[in-house]
């Protein structure tokens, strides 16, 4: 019992710290406060799962610096890619991203932050953990048990709270990727018309070009006649050029107002989940590649 008591007290402090550590490396590269993790309030469950995971499996082990420390990375990778992975199939996003890491792994997790998080639990395991041991065996059962009731009565509630609307986040997600679908659709249909309709209409020049030029081959008393020719294709051409912008026009239109559609749609879904966005920067990957493939349809 006493065991299991200790265990609740260290996922709770490890949550907080781990909210914390998530808050001042967040400031130090924004500039501002963002309040880090999917639920409300102030703890990253994911950081209590994982030291609890490091203590109970590695602190038979932890006189071995070395063992420590491997033992330690490949659990709290694991642990990243699984939780990682997970929320990516369940959302359709990336909650954290490392693509931009050497030698990552799906963007889920890369071998940097893997020796961070090595290093991060042998200091834990060290020197902090017998600290928070030492202080958790001076609190006042009662007080302890009190304490425990409030934070996990906390937690419960924000999950309970959080979960509506992290899976209506799940449905606009989705919506929001048939429309990107529909559109890039769109864009690729109007950039095939538009190569088509140009492939057509050098080629009929081309064509036109080499007839006019064998017609003044062959006979000067034609010349008239062949200039009248030249101006008819002229006209046609530039019929068929101006036929060919309006059509482009008008699909470049449909293409704006169906991205205007969509830009409304992650405007409200941005302020929706405003927190989310703040805490998850990676979620919105999504808006970003779509507006880089309408750029180059333009």
């Known amino acids: 019992m006493e065991y299991f008591y200790n265990l609740l007290f260290y996922f709770a402090i490890y949550s907080f710290a781990g909210w914390c550590g998530e808050v001042v490396f967040a400031t130090v590269r924004h500039g501002k406060f963002v309040n880090r993790g999917m639920l409300h309030g102030a703890y990253c469950p994911i950081y209590g799962f994982g030291l609890i995971t490091v203590i109970v499996c590695l602190t038979p082990i932890k006189d071995s610096w070395l063992l420590l420390f491997a033992g330690s990375a490949v659990l709290t990778t694991v642990l990243e890619f699984i939780t990682g992975f997970v929320l990516d199939k369940l959302f359709g996003r990336r909650w954290w991203d490392y693509s931009d890491k050497k030698f990552n792994i799906g963007g889920y997790i890369c071998p940097q932050f893997t020796v961070v998080w090595g290093l991060a639990c042998l200091l ?103 200039e009248t020719a030249s101006d008819s294709v002229k006209q046609r051409n530039s019929e068929r050029l101006s036929e060919l912008k309006g059509n482009a026009s008008e699909r470049r239109e449909e293409l704006t107002a169906r991205f205007n559609e969509l830009n409304e749609k992650l405007s409200e879904l941005k302020a929706k989940h405003k927190r989310l966005y703040k805490a998850f920067p990676s979620l919105k990957n999504g808006r970003k590649k779509l507006k880089k493939v309408i750029s180059k349809k333009k």
Not at 129 to 149: M, N, Y
Not at 158 to 179: A, G, S, Y
């Open 124 to 226: 834990i395991m060290k020197v902090v953990q017998p600290a928070i041991a030492f202080a958790v065996g001076l609190i006042w059962k009662p007080v302890g048990i009190a304490a425990l009731c409030l934070f996990y009565a906390a937690i419960i509630t924000d999950v309970i709270l959080t979960f509506p609307e992290v899976k209506k986040l799940r449905n606009e997600i989705r919506l929001i990727d048939d429309l990107e679908k529909q559109l890039t659709a769109v864009s690729d249909a109007i950039g095939s018309d538009l190569s088509d309709k140009t492939a057509q209409a050098v080629e009929f020049t081309k064509e036109h070009r080499i007839t006019a030029e064998e017609m003044q081959r062959k006979a000067d008393m034609f010349k008239a006649k062949l």
